[in-house]
């Protein structure tokens, strides 16, 4: 099967996977959010946020390293998850130990405290089920992380429902994370023994020196992410409270949700990247070329529907006590837009062995956005925020742009804008389309909305024959 059809059907699995787990992961994040309240769900997603900041201490960027390696030579697995089983059992009780410290000493509650210790719980486990995922990627046995993806959800998603029936608080809700996290460290215990043998704990000095040392660069730029993406959160709580955390988390969720798209492609694609970056240097180009066109064609038009609809999908969704929402919404939603734009190429350094300029990219941007938060939230709360959030996107994107560029993997800016006024003027039609009939019915509107987009992407040539080849080649899938 060559390199297109192949990432074709790992991204097809994927991508229906996802679709049903994320399609679970928003019903049971409505039932929450409504159920417990913004000051409840601000709670539990306070707790996500900062036990999420302190993950970046549970895996330093090996999982990354050993898809990669793995994927370039299959014989490396069993030395890889040896060892990092390891490195990864004795840096849990490092961060859990971390967590504790912090939390109290911040001096918040002990019903937050309680709920803190449950999600961090949760979040270790998850980093351990994380390395035995990362070999099934680098094998691109992707139905085997297809059905950890929905077996988690659906636990999750039961088990809320038990918690509304039974009138549980926000402390119940946080075990159901806990023991969705348990079962799937089964699942893929499990998973991996059936498919290669008993992971054989493993103690190679050295090896862990030279692993650690290689996969710190994706580390740094997982810890520049991941303190991006929470410390907002963990800002709100300290300075504005737990409300204001679960208005600005019901629009952040939203967002967050569609980064689905670009990380199902990713984990598809970056196997295959990091093969063709030895065997076929031309026909890497070209993937990311073509992956940045299709993100754009997804990406803008998303931006635009949703600044339109983003009260009708607040109070649909969560509900009149999540107004402040809104306007959240509207700001974070071109975020997704940014990183769409950026997937290709954050994945395209990594597959190049060029995480480090990565990491320094990554670093800057984290500087830019604690500066930007230490500014705007205290004196523009979640506006402030979410504000902090797109601009720091558009310097990580622009960074990462432009290395690519001067390493030979740049799209020509003359292509990058005429597919970008195609694509433009497709989505403010559609805009305009959308803002006159708001008020019908949000999956009619939907079909509608997609059908003018598409119709009239088609008419202005956005989409050629190149394109369509492409297309109809990857959905040739055996």
Known sequence: MNNKRRIAKNATILFSSQIISYILVFLYTIYIARYLGAEGYGILAFALSFSGIFSIFLDLGLSTLAVREVARNKSLAKKYIGNILVIKILLSFLTFGLIVLFINLLGYSLETILVMYFVSLSVILNSIVGIQNSIFQANEKMEYLSLGQILGSVIIFVGVLIVIYYKFDVIGVSLVFLASSVVMLFYTFAMFILNFSIPKLEYDLQFWIDSIKEALPFGLTGISGMVYTYIDSVMLSLFQGNEVVGWYNAAYRLVLFLLFIPGTINMAVFPSMSQLYISSPRKLKLINEKYFKFMIIIAIPIGTAFTILADKLIFLIFGNGYEPSIIALQILIWTIVFTFLGAG?????????????????????????????????????????????????????????????????????????????????????????????????LLFLSFVSILTYILILFALKGIDNEDMRIIKELLKIN
Do not use: C
């Open 345 to 441: 190429f954050v994945r395209l350094l990594e597959a190049t062995n060029k995480q480090m300029i990565l990491t320094k990219i990554s670093g800057i941007s984290l500087i830019v956005n604690i500066i930007l938060i230490i500014i705007l939230i205290p004196r523009f709360s979640l506006i402030g925020a979410s504000i902090a959030t797109v601009l720091t996107e558009i310097v990580l994107i622009g960074g990462v742009y432009w290395i690519s560029y001067k390493y030979g993997y740049g799209i020509p800016l003359k292509q990058i804008f005429d597919n970008l006024i195609k694509i433009v003027i497709a989505s403010l039609i559609m805009g305009i389309l959308i803002y006159y009939l708001k008020n019908l019915n």
